[in-house]
């Protein structure tokens, strides 16, 4: 059922979520703090504790040229004594409903594990999203020093200049994002008012041109991803969606930065 986001659920959400997780408590808090009285919650309730729950934040897909407000679906968690009940199950058909009722486009969300696409697909959603995937070798490259960006609304304002086919959370959602990568140590580094860099997980820019560039001058051996195609990168898939029927029917939609 759709509860209320109130401060007493808060410590049999947390439980449930380490339970199943196992993210530390100061992690969990970031996301009570920062994300949590602005979604919705779905949650089943037994034995007076919280055993299966997740949220939908919010956020809009850009998409050719029309903009559709949807909901993320983040951190669906069930206790272990729990499963097998069908609980999951009957939360994810609530949430459909609720979105039909409320004039909302689509539900999104990112499978935490590649078994859970088939899961996730007998509710009707559907693979949508993707990232470009590309890995950089380049051990001695002369690295330009980038301003770092501490301030989340920065980054918010980068990440929605974005055009083309694009998932965005809105600005509560992109905040706490950023702060997730804060919190694990992944710098966030301005490259220009189109595009930054946050290390280890995206390099956001307006254009080809532009990843190439800053690729040949950072010093590094690891996996990138980007939300452009550039020669070398791989297209992976990177997330479902599940829209209505009489709504876009959604392809390559642009997704990173995952809340799973």
């Given amino acids: ?25 100061e992690y969990i808090k970031l996301f009570f703090k920062e994300a949590y009285y602005d979604c919705d919650c779905f949650a089943e309730i037994s034995d007076s504790k919280i055993v299966s729950a997740f949220y939908l934040l919010k956020c809009i897909i850009k998409y050719d040229g029309k903009i559709y407000k949807g909901r993320y679906l983040y951190a669906a968690a069930t206790l272990p004594e729990y499963r097998g009940k069908g609980l999951m199950a009957k939360l994810i058909k609530e949430a459909q409903d609720y979105i039909k ?68 959370y809105n600005d509560v959602g992109n905040a706490y994002a950023f702060d997730c990568l804060r919190y694990y140590g992944s710098g966030v580094f301005y490259i220009n008012d189109n595009a930054y860099y946050a290390e280890g997980e995206e390099l956001f820019c307006p254009d080809g041109d532009t990843a190439v560039n ?36 959604f392809k390559d939609i642009y997704m990173n930065l995952a809340l799973d």
């Fill in 1 to 25: 059922m759709l509860i209320e986001p109130k401060n007493e659920y808060i410590g049999s959400l947390t439980e449930l979520w380490h339970k199943v997780f196992g993210d530390d408590e």
């Fill in 101 to 168: 009722a409320n004039d909302i486009d689509f539900i999104a969300l990112v499978p935490a594990s590649d078994s859970l696409y088939d899961f996730y697909g007998r509710f009707g959603f559907k693979e949508a999203m993707h990232k470009y995937k590309y890995a950089v070798t380049n051990e001695t490259a002369t690295m330009r020093v980038y301003r770092e960006i501490t301030d989340s609304n920065e980054f918010c304002k980068i990440r929605g200049s974005a055009g083309g086919n694009m998932l965005i």
């Fill in 214 to 249: 800053f690729i040949n001058n950072l010093c590094s051996e690891s996996v990138i991803y980007l939300n452009c195609e550039i020669p070398g990168a791989e297209k992976v898939r990177n997330g479902m969606i599940y829209a209505l029927d009489d709504k876009a029917e």
